[in-house]
Every structure is written in structure tokens, then in C-alpha cells.
């Protein structure tokens, strides 16, 4: 092989190696669009499934407040008809605990 036959040769790849960084670069560049993408989808996706979660856990939460709400006014309604019983019922109770704690 001659010099010059050598030096096209190396020219040749030059020329072909500097357009395979350029593919190289596009398909990185597609690559990372493509991350950023389905990153953006996965949060976006998560921020709803969270709002969901979120909605249901209030709606627990005043649910549950309501019915203790209710469990209040309808115990406060059975003291008031029956005070002597509802008395000695707490009477009864604390005595259990002390001996309970007591036993210990």
C-alpha cells in the first residue's frame, strides 16, 4: 500500500467515526427525552394515585369523627336517663383498674 492509499483509508474512517458520534449523540439525546418522559408519566401517575389515597384517608377520618361524635351524644343521652346506673357502672369500672394496677 502506498501513503496515500493509507492516508484516504484513515480519512475514510475519520469521516466515518466522526458520523457515528453524531448517531451516538442523537440516540443519547432520544434516550434521555425518552427517561424524561416516562418520568414525568411515573409522577404524574403517583401525584394522582397519592390524591386518591388522600381523598379516602379524609373521607375515613370524617367518618370516623362522625360516628364518635355520635357515640358521644348517644352515651351523654344514657347517663342523663340513667345517672344512679351510669354512676355506679363508672364506679365499678375505676375499682376494676385500681385492682387491676394494684395486682401488679
Do not use: C, W
Amino acid at each position: 500500500m502506498t501513503d496515500t492509499t493509507l492516508q484516504k483509508e484513515i480519512d475514510g474512517l475519520k469521516k466515518e467515526l466522526g458520523q457515528l458520534r453524531k448517531e451516538i449523540g442523537g440516540v443519547i439525546s432520544e434516550v434521555k427525552s425518552h427517561g424524561q418522559s416516562v418520568a414525568r408519566t411515573t409522577q404524574d401517575k403517583a401525584e394522582e394515585r397519592l390524591d386518591e389515597i388522600l381523598a379516602k384517608l379524609n373521607k375515613a377520618y370524617v367518618s370516623a369523627r362522625e360516628s364518635g361524635q355520635q357515640a358521644t351524644i348517644a352515651t351523654q343521652r344514657e347517663i342523663k336517663k340513667h345517672p344512679v346506673a351510669s354512676a355506679s357502672i363508672a364506679v365499678i369500672g375505676i375499682a376494676f383498674l385500681v385492682g387491676l394496677l394494684l395486682r401488679k
